[in-house]
Structures are given as C-alpha cells and as structure tokens.
C-alpha cells in the first residue's frame, strides 16, 4: 500500500468520525428540544407510577418534590410505594410519610416490601391503602433508637483530659468524652420517647389499630412478613403483581396501564445523563465496532 492510499484511508476514517459526533449531536439537540417541550407528565396518558425507596432513608429535598407531584399529575391513576430500607432518620420518614399521606388523599396508594422495610422504613408504608410483604421480609423494629460511645477511661490512660466550656450542664449531652449524667440520661429519653411515640401514633392512625395494639408490637422487634400480617402491621403477601390485582379490583385501576418509575431527578439532568451514554456508545462503535463493543460491555 503506498503512501497517498494510506493517507486517504487515515482521512476517510477521521471524516467518518467527525460526521458519526455531528449526526449523534444533531440527534441529541432535537431530543432535547422535545423533551423539554413535552409536559412534565410524559406521554402515552394514564399510568401507574412506582416510587422506590431504597437503601438509608434521609431528608430528600427532591424526593419529597416528586412525590408531592403525583398528587397533581391527573395522569398518575395509583402509585406504587416499592420499599427495600432498613430504615434511617426519624425526620427524613416523617418528611415521606406527609408526602404520601398527601398522595393517597388524592389517588390510590399501595405499598410493597422487598427484603427490608424496617424502622423508618416500615413508616413510609404506613399512608398506604394496602400494605403487601413477602413472607420472608424484615420487617417492623418500630422504635427510636439514640446512640452514641464514651471514652472517657481510654482516654485517661492515654494520658488525655479534655476540656469542655459549654453554656448549660446539657449541651454536652451525650458526650464522647464523659459519662451520661443523670440529667442528661432523662433529656435525652424525653427526645427519644416523644418520637418514639408520634411513630406509634402514625402506626396506628394508618393500620386503624389502638395505640396500646401497637406498642405490644412496638419494642423494637424485627418480625418477618408472615409475623407481622398476624400482627396487623401489614395486610397480605405478595409483590407488585398482587398490588397491582387488586388495585384493579379494588380501585377500578385496570392492569393494562403502564408503570413508570418516580424520577426524581430534574429532566435535563436525566437528558444530559441519557445524551452521555448515547455519546460514549455511538463512539465505542466506531472506533472498537460492533464486536469490539461487546467484548468490552457485553450484550
């Protein structure tokens, strides 16, 4: 092969590449047009929206946004609440509990449970019209728990004392650094025992349970799906499929509608992400190949 043939091979490829960027951009550019010109809502009419709840639950600023938007969006005919948490702040399932309790007196509300829907994460299924778990599901462990560590005597063979000026006898309280006083013990389980009891109060307004009922079952302890359906804490075992029988039956919400996942991130966030990937894959082709593609990413 000479030169000038090798040449034109090295420019061809380099035009084939500058032409696949310009074609993915210029698809990119009209998506995004589109996109942010539909509404909010999506398309394709009714549907039945899935909110997830995994992992920690925290305070979510976007989170409660989404939520607080299925109980607007007319296209929303019954939002399922998929949970797998093993529950998290006091305040961040609080702040989901309003949002759904919102949601449900618009529209129907159902729960699922994964492997886990313990502590806080039992209480963000508590608005639901009806809660499933499956028979082995963690759930339960209704409660407030405040922990913390002292170190004070490891700190005095060290040969470590420290020092402390604080405005009253408990601001610090607890402290890492010296034992729980009296005083302190008493203020701190004052705090513990008023969430504890707005969780027994939210148990029971959402199961229509006594708040003596709850408190026999609200120790702390982890029961198992099967467990806490004779406990009355939730009402029969399944997942979505079952959720979504008897919303049928129940609710009139016919199972060929469509479910979407809550987004909770803003549009052009998900766009730019979803341009990204499109971008990277469209390049990998042309410079690896079809096959080249493969053997890196798989199928």
């Known amino acids: 092969m000479g030169r000038m043939e090798a040449d034109q091979i090295i420019d061809r490829r380099r035009l084939k590449r ?3 960027l310009w074609r993915v951009l210029a698809v990119l550019g009209f998506t995004a047009v589109i996109w942010m010109a539909w509404p909010a809502g999506g398309v394709g009419g009714d549907y039945v929206a899935r909110l997830d709840i995994r992992g920690t639950i925290a305070d979510d600023r976007r989170l409660i946004l989404a939520i607080d938007q299925l109980a607007t969006n007319d296209a929303v005919r019954a939002v399922i609440v998929a949970i797998d948490s093993p529950g998290g702040s006091v305040a961040g399932g609080e702040a989901i509990h309003a949002a759904l309790t919102r949601v ?10 994964g492997a886990t ?8 299924a508590l608005p639901a019209a009806r809660i499933f778990a499956r028979e082995g599901t963690l ?5 407030v728990i405040l922990q913390t560590f002292e170190a004070s005597d490891l700190l005095a063979r060290l040969g470590v004392r420290p020092e402390t000026i604080a405005s009253g006898p408990l601001k610090d309280q607890p402290s890492p650094f010296r034992p729980l006083t009296e ?11 008023d969430m504890y009891g707005q969780f027994v109060r939210m148990v029971a307004a959402g199961r229509r349970m006594s708040e003596d009922a709850v408190r026999a079952v609200a120790d702390g302890r982890v029961l198992s799906g099967a467990r806490a359906r004779d406990a009355g804490l939730v009402d029969a075992m ?3 499929r079952e959720a979504r ?3 049928a039956e129940a609710r009139d919400v ?22 990204t990937e499109s971008l990277a894959r469209a390049l990998a082709i042309e410079w690896l190949g079809p096959a080249g593609l493969r053997a890196v990413m798989g199928p």
Request: charged share 15%; glycine share 10%.
């Open 18 to 20: 500058r032409l696949t």
């Open 254 to 275: 016919p199972l060929t509608l469509p479910v979407r996942a809550v987004e909770t991130r803003p549009r052009f966030e998900r766009l730019l992400a979803t341009g």
């Open 245 to 247: 029988a008897w919303l």
């Open 104 to 113: 449900a007196a618009a529209r129907p509300v159902v729960a699922t449970m």
């Open 139 to 143: 759930t339960g462990s209704i409660g």
């Open 117 to 124: 829907a313990a502590s806080a994460g039992y209480m963000v």
């Open 238 to 240: 399944g997942g979505e």
């Open 183 to 193: 005083e302190g013990r008493a203020a701190l389980n004052l705090v513990v025992q």
